[in-house]
């Protein structure tokens, strides 16, 4: 899986591309952390470039919510299509977070 982060307004963007399973799960982590670390708490995630995630990425997706929340902070996801969406909405994680279809649909929201 490749990561990158960029800043926008202050909000941040996490890109995702590839495949988040047990191997690389937890970079997704650190790069919440990191952001959380230097002061960013509004993080929008794009997934239009995640192919497959497997329930240690979804442990990851959730363990990132939950750094977020302890920070006042908030997040919002777009971009889930194939599977990773099939994923979310079977394991209930579409209505555990804020999905949007759009990353401008996230910043708009993050940025209210």
């Known amino acids: 899986m490749n990561i990158s982060t960029i800043i926008e307004n202050g909000l941040a963007v996490i890109n995702l591309q590839g495949r988040m399973d047990a191997v690389n799960a937890g970079e997704y982590q ?26 240690a990425g979804l442990r990851s997706i959730l363990m990132g919510g939950k750094m977020v929340a302890g920070k006042s902070g908030a997040l919002a996801l777009f971009g889930l299509g194939g599977m990773v969406k099939d994923v979310f909405d079977v394991s209930g994680f579409s209505t555990m977070f804020t999905v949007l279809e759009t990353r401008q649909d996230a910043l708009a929201h993050l940025g209210d």
């Open 30 to 55: 650190a790069a919440i952390d990191a952001l959380l670390r230097e002061g960013t708490v509004k993080i929008a995630v794009d997934f239009s470039g995640l192919e497959y995630i497997s329930s």
